[in-house]
């Protein structure tokens, strides 16, 4: 194996997705953007007329003053609502389980590496990483890193907050991923080395996502945050706010450029929205589609649409009642009518999927893979194969899995013009995740964008995962998965998640029609704001980026 080196960079963009954990997949910050969704009656009327709403081409939507590139400047403050927040906010990375805990941890710490807009590793607080077998790992720390108390960063510090993840007492939800580190040490005061049980080439992106944030060595007491961040903590109420103020020493020339920035959270969608309209705030995310109108040039404000990966799909139980015949799953696939679904259900504010999990903005997808369409022929063919024409089966939907409801009632139309007939049960958000997901034959999920693929398809779709949601189990996959894993030609690389995606899509019980767009909102004033495929506010760091105009 060839010496795999990340160099140093700078970075434009530090975010990344942070459920590494198997937790309920991103709806604490994307359930409730999307309670005020459409009605049966709203879908229905759009069908029957034939009539689509307009869709948003993607990217920036523009108004006055919102466009064109600017000198960042220093000063000012803002005010950031998000839609997530709880008592159980925290400042451990470690025990970061929110939207609400990544956007802080970014602000107050950094992180060895960083996630850039093409999902690749980028080097953050690590000068260099880099290995000859995948296996063992040697990390070199930039040697200009101080802490906000004014300590130099060393490796002690990142052995420190690497191993702690491994144990039980800290509760890590990264502690799935930090069970591959066999040995971590210090070689050096800035250099350390880290081993682990098998092959991985992702280590560098893995190690970007905000629970692996850099803390000083010895660190126990999380009442505050003393990282190396480019905010300075001022203030922490969990449940309440934080108050960062500018960290003059960062180690990242010129910036920050803010003087402060307060972070809460206003559960509420439209209040959230009249909130940033009237000025109390001046950035806010998790946006419904159906506020788009209120942004007009007069408001002042931009409504801001990121491409990421983040997806509601329908999980076909593989070992629960019909839903185990391959030709009934093909069916099904059939029935999607992806773009009804993506210009009713999220009102334009997305892209079409293909039935697997890998975005467009991933080095690894697979773009050769035809496009599957609405095709109602071939689903009365697979549905007569399955047995199952002309029955009646339910399919569960919730508003906690961020429009399903509506893709639900799309699906049912479909369905009913194959000779299937779908009854739909839905299902209150709260307790959804525990008491309904991927617990009937045909339910919906919702979920998040990962940092690698390997992580994406490790979690949800490799036979023994405790989250393979669909159940679906394929040796071939699970051979190629682990292969990839340790592969560090990029081409052959390539190539076996190519060869995952065609399997996913032709034989997993995962419907995907397609991949949801994050939308924010923000004053004019606010400059420096930019997509990443990872989630809304920039992958959630949009604290080091972002500036106010004069």
């Not at 890590?172 to 971590?184: L, N």
């Not at 893709?407 to 839905?426: D, H, T, V």
């Amino acid at each position: 194996m060839s010496d795999k080196k990340f160099d140093t960079v700078n970075p434009q963009h530090a975010g990344t997705d942070q459920y590494i954990a198997a937790d309920h997949i991103a709806a604490d910050h994307t359930a409730a953007d999307f309670q005020r969704g459409t009605s049966r009656r709203d879908v229905m009327r759009t069908l029957l007329a034939g009539g689509m709403l307009a869709s948003t081409a993607g990217g920036l939507l523009t108004y006055p003053g919102a466009a064109f590139a600017q000198t960042p400047r220093k000063g000012g403050r803002i005010r950031v609502a998000a839609g997530a927040g709880s008592t159980a906010d925290t400042l451990d990375p470690a025990k970061g389980g929110s939207m609400a805990d990544y956007v802080r941890h970014y602000m107050f710490y950094n992180c060895l590496t960083v996630i850039d807009t093409k999902l690749a590793p980028q080097m953050a607080l690590a000068e260099s990483i880099s290995s000859s077998d995948g296996a063992l790992w040697t990390v070199k720390l930039r040697k200009d890193v101080h802490f906000h108390d004014g300590k130099p960063l060393t490796s002690a510090d990142v052995v420190y907050s690497l191993l702690r993840h491994k144990n039980p007492a800290i509760a890590s939800k990264a502690r799935a991923v930090a069970e591959e580190f066999e040995e971590i040490k210090a070689t050096g005061p800035n250099e350390l080395q880290i081993k682990l049980n098998s092959p991985n080439v992702d280590l560098p992106a893995l190690l970007s996502t905000s629970h692996f944030s850099i803390i000083k060595d010895g660190t126990a007491d999380f009442s505050t945050a003393v990282g190396t961040g480019p905010y300075k903590c001022k203030e922490f109420k969990p449940g309440v706010r934080s108050v960062g103020v500018r960290n003059d020493d960062y180690w990242k020339p010129g910036k920050p450029y803010l003087d402060e920035i307060e972070y809460f959270a206003i559960p509420d969608e439209a209040a959230r929205v009249n909130a940033l309209l009237s000025g109390d705030v001046q950035l806010i995310n998790g946006i419904n589609p159906r506020s788009a109108a209120s942004f007009t040039p007069a408001s002042g404000c931009t409504l801001f649409e990121s491409k990421t990966g983040h997806y509601t799909d329908i999980i076909m139980r593989d070992t629960l009642g019909p839903v185990k015949n391959p030709h009934f799953v093909l069916a099904m696939k059939y029935m999607l009518d992806r773009e009804q679904i993506r210009k009713v259900s999220m009102r334009g504010f997305g892209v079409v999927a293909n039935d697997q999990p890998v975005q467009a903005s991933s080095r690894f997808y697979f773009p050769g893979l035809p496009q599957r369409v609405l095709d109602l022929d071939k689903a009365k063919f697979h549905l007569q194969k399955s047995g199952m024409a002309g029955m009646t089966l339910p399919v569960v939907a919730s508003t906690a899995a961020g429009g399903s409801v509506d893709m639900a009632q799309i699906l049912q139309a479909s369905a009913q013009k194959a000779g299937l007939n779908l009854e739909i049960k839905r299902m209150p958000a709260d307790g959804y995740w525990s008491n309904h997901w991927a617990k009937h034959p045909m339910s919906f999920g919702n979920i998040g964008p990962r940092p690698t693929v390997d992580l994406m398809f490790s979690l949800f779709y490799k036979s023994n995962s405790p989250t393979n949601v669909s159940g679906w189990k394929n040796e071939q996959f699970d051979q190629l998965l682990d292969l990839a894993r340790a592969e560090s030609n990029e081409a052959k690389r390539k190539q076996m998640y190519a060869d995952m995606q065609v399997l996913v899509h032709e034989q997993c019980g995962v419907g995907i029609p397609m991949f949801i767009h994050s939308v924010d909102g923000f004053t004019n004033k606010l400059k420096g704001y930019s997509s990443h495929p990872l989630g809304g506010l920039m992958g959630f760091a949009f604290a080091e980026h972002v500036w106010l105009e004069a």
